[in-house]
């Protein structure tokens, strides 16, 4: 399974960014699908995630200001991201799960002051 992300870019405070990630290859059945992101010299941490049937759950930072979503026929997750801070700066990286996790390339988001 292969996972290419888009959408990053450059965005002004209170801006907002759709990022998109479409899983390819040999996908049987995905289960969960999300996002994440990293700063350099932190941990990875969770943005948000889908599971197949719909739950979501979503990082306390990012609540009320990003939405995930999923279109299941096209093995896509999008995230929404509104309202956005400096401090959501980072790379954001999807990963999907089926039996093992895939991760995609990241894709950079840059939020100025």
């Known amino acids: 399974?292969?996972?290419?992300?888009?959408?990053?870019?450059?965005?002004?405070?209170?801006?907002?960014?759709?990022?998109?990630?479409?899983?390819?290859?040999?996908?049987?059945?995905?289960?969960?699908?999300?996002?994440?992101?990293?700063?350099?010299?932190?941990?990875?941490?969770?943005?948000a995630v889908m599971w197949s049937g719909g739950l979501t759950k979503y990082a306390d930072s990012v609540k009320g200001r990003f939405t995930i979503s999923r279109e299941r026929a096209k093995n896509t997750v999008f995230l929404q991201m509104n309202s956005l801070k400096p401090e959501d700066t980072a790379v954001y990286y999807c990963k999907a799960q089926q039996g093992h996790e895939y991760w995609g390339q990241g894709t950079l988001v840059t939020v100025s002051s």
Do not use: D, H, N, T
């Not at 801006?15 to 932190?42: H, N």
């Open 1 to 47: 399974v292969q996972l290419q992300a888009f959408g990053g870019g450059l965005v002004q405070a209170g801006g907002s960014l759709r990022l998109s990630c479409a899983a390819s290859g040999r996908i049987s059945s995905i289960g969960i699908m999300g996002w994440y992101r990293q700063v350099p010299g932190k941990q990875r941490e969770m943005v």
